[in-house]
């Protein structure tokens, strides 16, 4: 952070400049330093009511004092900087100057000895909380934690290695929380009150942030951050993650080049944008792209793409235009191949369309737990289209439209796998006929650390598809779609 470094450099010269005199206030620094250490972990667990009690306590009393100080600190720099805190015509580099020159008069007034750890901590506390995300700053900082999720002041939980964990982190009351909420909304020009009181927004960096605060949230300002990986996962990181297995990846190539539709099926964040992303990089790069998305999250490396994103309601619940609406707008742009970013309403009709008339090679994910259950998913959104269709024809549609279906599961572990490569064959009376071509190996147990020690394996079955890979001269390896052996099960 460089205010931060800079402050570090003004108090770096400023102690070699210090008088001896001044010295017993950093004295108690070893033993303070911890304390200070510990307090930033869990900052202070006691209400504000009883830190204030201590009005009198020096501070070499322990991180309540500190607390305080940072509190009276932060709201004394808050009330300096009135609204032009969330002024979006102000730069960072102009914020920062005007909270840089605040922040050190308020320290300066603030009549307290402290050692320069507790300065330190004091100054980058404050600066955490008004140019930053307060307490989750560190948070979003941390290239470990892939989610954030708040719920209500006092509970921070993270994700981390695809494990869901409390973080120590926590706010210091609801009007806390919501300051960092709605610095955070009307940064990206959005607002958030009891008259809105829901945002679902892009952050500049390309995070997704849902925000909902009363009395929408009945036990507190809920806020859930999913931050984006400035380096989304590759082919090889999902099969060095044992996501993928390396004949299943070679056959995914293989299905993309050949122009087959697929759907990508899995539940909330099983990595179905992530699959997405990865299949798309397969697109030859003499094709014309269009990405259609309700929050920009693909990041496809080839040039000739042409990027859309929906747009919601504004305050007055007008000039909403959704999915379904570029999804037909994308069919007058010439697209070599369309790819949706989820189907989850009407839109998926004139997905299963498209793929129908010509624009094949076409790529969408939808939120199922199953191959099958999928299908069963895609009726539904279709019926959400109104136009009043037979559950025969709709099936139809499905069954001649969608070539494969590539299942995601997050097992237990909170490892995210494919589960299932599924062909979608026909119609066979009433139902859509499927045949698996990879099945995840449950069989294969877990090891002492719970982890699944399976993997995606090929069922043995020879999809018919295979054929137009021979067609168009797709040459897989020989033992893609070889069925269990020993070699397999690892
Ligand atoms: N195969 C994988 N192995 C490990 N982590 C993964 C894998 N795929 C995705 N992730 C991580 O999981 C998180 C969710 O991924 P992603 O956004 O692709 O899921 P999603 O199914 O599209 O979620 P949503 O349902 O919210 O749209 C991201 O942080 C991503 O980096
Ligand atoms: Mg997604």
Redesign the pocket.
């Known amino acids: 952070m460089k205010l931060f470094e800079r402050l570090q450099a003004a108090e770096d010269h400023a102690a070699q400049a210090r008088p001896p005199a001044e010295a017993p206030a950093s004295s108690s620094a070893p033993a303070e330093s911890g304390a200070a250490e510990s307090g930033a972990a869990g900052r202070s667990s006691r209400p504000p009511e009883e830190a204030r009690e201590s009005e009198s306590e020096s501070l070499a009393g322990g991180g309540d004092a500190l607390t305080r100080l940072k509190n009276s600190t932060a709201a004394a720099v808050y009330e300096r900087m009135g609204t032009r805190l969330n002024d979006p015509s102000l730069s960072e580099g102009q914020l920062n100057a005007m909270v840089r020159t605040m922040l050190s008069e308020v320290v300066a007034q603030e009549r307290v000895p402290l050692t320069r750890e507790q300065r330190l901590r004091l100054i980058r506390d404050v600066e955490d909380d008004v140019f930053g995300h307060g307490p989750l700053q560190r948070l979003l900082e941390d290239p470990a934690v ?2 954030i999720m708040v719920n209500g002041p006092g509970r921070v939980y993270v ?1 981390q290695a ?1 494990r869901l964990v409390r973080s120590a982190a926590h706010f210091e009351s609801e009007q806390h929380l919501r300051r960092v909420i709605e610095r955070i909304v009307s940064r990206v020009g959005r607002r958030i009150d009891e008259a809105s009181p829901l945002v679902d927004a892009r952050l500049p960096d390309g995070s997704r942030v849902h925000a909902v605060i009363p009395p929408l949230a009945v036990r507190g300002s809920t806020l859930t951050i ?2 984006f ?1 400035a380096e ?2 590759r082919v090889d ?2 099969v060095a ?1 044992g ?1 993928l297995s390396a004949g299943m990846a070679e056959l995914l190539r293989a299905c993309v080049e050949a122009r087959l539709n697929i759907i990508v099926s ?12 990865v299949l798309s990089s397969f697109i030859p790069e003499d094709e014309r792209i269009i990405t259609i998305e309700d929050a920009v ?1 693909l990041q496809l490396q080839q040039d000739h793409v042409v990027t859309l994103e929906s747009r919601p309601a504004n305050i007055e619940g007008r000039g909403e235009i959704g999915i379904r609406e570029l999804v037909r707008n994308a069919l007058r742009m010439r697209p070599d191949r369309v790819v949706v970013g ?1 189907v989850r309403g009407g839109e998926s009709l004139d997905m299963l369309q498209a793929m129908n008339t010509g624009h094949d090679g076409s790529l969408s ?1 939808v ?1 199922a737990n199953g191959p099958r259950d999928a299908v069963a998913r895609l009726e539904t959104l279709v019926l959400m289209a109104g136009m009043d269709l037979p559950l025969r024809a709709i099936r139809e549609q499905i069954a001649s439209a969608v070539d494969v279906i590539i299942q ?1 599961t997050r097992l237990r572990d909170g ?3 494919v589960t299932a490569v599924t062909e979608v064959i026909g119609m066979e009376q009433e139902t859509v006929v499927m045949q698996d071509i990879f099945l995840f190996d449950y069989g294969a147990g877990v090891d002492l650390q719970g982890n699944f020690l399976g993997r995606p394996v090929p069922t043995g079955t020879r999809p018919r598809f295979a054929d137009t890979f021979e067609e168009l001269g797709i040459v897989l390896s020989a033992d893609v779609f070889a069925g269990l052996s020993k070699d397999h099960r690892g």
């Open positions: 892939t989610e994700e695809g999913r931050k990986a989304p996962l990181d999902l993650r996501s899995g539940g909330t964040g099983t990595g179905k944008t992530t699959l997405l992303n999250e989820e994910t939120h995601l490892s995210r796998r």
